[in-house]
């Protein structure tokens, strides 16, 4: 019981990392202990499992699988999302600079955290870079890129968002933030939107049986170039999340409440002087957190 208890603490830590846009869940397990059977779980998801519960039943499957661990995993990571989504939407609404600022500190961290990991910083490996900035920057600034919030796009997109979780350093609500269903995604937890859930759940777990193992492949064998890649959209993305934005378009939404549709980033106005302190200190915050994190994973 107490081993269980401590495993499912360890999910309640990984669902709070990975809904906070540049905190890995995949970091968490990492200090946690648990990433390499994390990954030896997820790659053992395939065709032979599912021919082992049709010929030796469901408890040998279900020992195959390491499904004590993972269920109780998810459990933690389940309860974490749901009671956080809550808040993040309160502060959201309420405290719009704060949380977009502490977003930004931890997300700028975790781009230069992933740029210490590569090794020999080379003419080729700066192009992966630029690349990751120009792609991400693009999207983040293209209104045009927002996808529809259909039944297949949400699927999609849970399979992008989830395969994050396998890599310490990038979370899957940075992905969610990069194409806009961040806050989409955010409340359909919080409010319970049972089918807006399940699509982004069974998205998560196709994802995790197939474009996992394509992400993991790609770190075993082109490990620099991937982490300058994704460096290059940690810090491109960083347009998506800046808070100070001229509207450019709106438009009302179903509920009767006018809505932005179309932004532009700008530099903050002087008279916003109380929004662009808050910006400035929660970014601190959020950078140095990702450093003590950091410091914890590798001591």
């Given at each position: 019981m107490k081993t269980m208890l401590k495993l499912y603490f360890k999910g309640v830590a990984m669902g709070a990392a990975d809904i906070v846009p540049g905190v890995s869940g995949g970091t968490i397990a990492l200090i946690t202990g648990i990433y390499e059977e994390l990954i030896y779980s997820i790659k053992n998801i395939n065709l032979t499992l599912f021919k082992i519960l049709f010929q030796h039943g469901v408890k040998?499957?279900?020992?195959?699988?390491?499904?004590?661990?993972?269920?109780?995993?998810?459990?933690?990571?389940?309860?974490?999302?749901?009671?956080?989504?809550?808040?993040?939407?309160?502060?959201?609404?309420?405290?719009?600079?704060?949380?977009?600022?502490?977003?930004?500190?931890?997300?700028?961290?975790?781009?230069?955290?992933?740029?210490?990991?590569?090794?020999?910083?080379?003419?080729?490996?700066?192009i992966w870079i630029l690349s990751g900035i120009t792609i991400a920057a693009i999207i983040s600034l293209s209104n045009t890129t927002k996808i529809p919030d259909?039944?297949?796009?949400?699927?999609?997109?849970?399979?992008?968002?989830?395969?994050?979780?396998?890599?310490?350093?990038?979370?899957?609500?940075?992905?969610?933030?990069?194409?806009?269903?961040?806050?989409?995604?955010?409340?359909?937890?919080?409010?319970?939107?049972?089918?807006?859930?399940?699509i982004f759940g069974f998205g998560c777990i196709?994802?995790?049986?197939?474009?996992?193992?394509?992400?993991?492949?790609?770190?075993?064998?082109?490990?620099?170039?991937?982490?300058?890649?994704?460096?290059?959209?940690?810090?491109?993305?960083?347009?998506?999340?800046?808070?100070f934005r001229k509207t450019i378009e709106t438009r009302t939404n179903s509920d009767g409440v006018l809505e932005a549709v179309t932004?532009?980033?700008?530099?903050?106005?002087?008279?916003?002087?109380?929004?662009?302190?808050?910006f400035i200190v929660f970014s601190i915050i959020g950078y140095f957190l990702i450093t003590i994190i950091q410091k914890k994973s590798i001591s």
């Open positions: 040998e499957f279900w020992k195959k699988l390491n499904g004590n661990f993972l269920l109780i995993l998810v459990l933690g990571i389940g309860t974490s999302v749901i009671l956080l989504a809550q808040i993040i939407v309160f502060l959201l609404d309420n405290h719009e600079y704060k949380i977009w600022g502490f977003f930004f500190g931890l997300i700028l961290s975790s781009a230069f955290l992933i740029l210490k990991d590569i090794n020999h910083l080379s003419y080729n490996k700066t259909s039944d297949i796009f949400i699927f999609f997109t849970g399979s992008i968002a989830i395969t994050a979780m396998i890599l310490p350093g990038i979370s899957g609500s940075f992905i969610l933030l990069l194409l806009s269903k961040y806050e989409y995604i955010i409340t359909a937890i919080k409010e319970f939107d049972i089918r807006v859930i399940l196709f994802g995790l049986i197939i474009f996992s193992r394509l992400l993991h492949f790609l770190f075993e064998n082109y490990k620099d170039n991937l982490l300058s890649l994704l460096s290059g959209f940690l810090i491109g993305s960083l347009v998506k999340i800046w808070p932004t532009q980033p700008i530099f903050p106005n002087i008279e916003l002087q109380q929004e662009i302190l808050f």
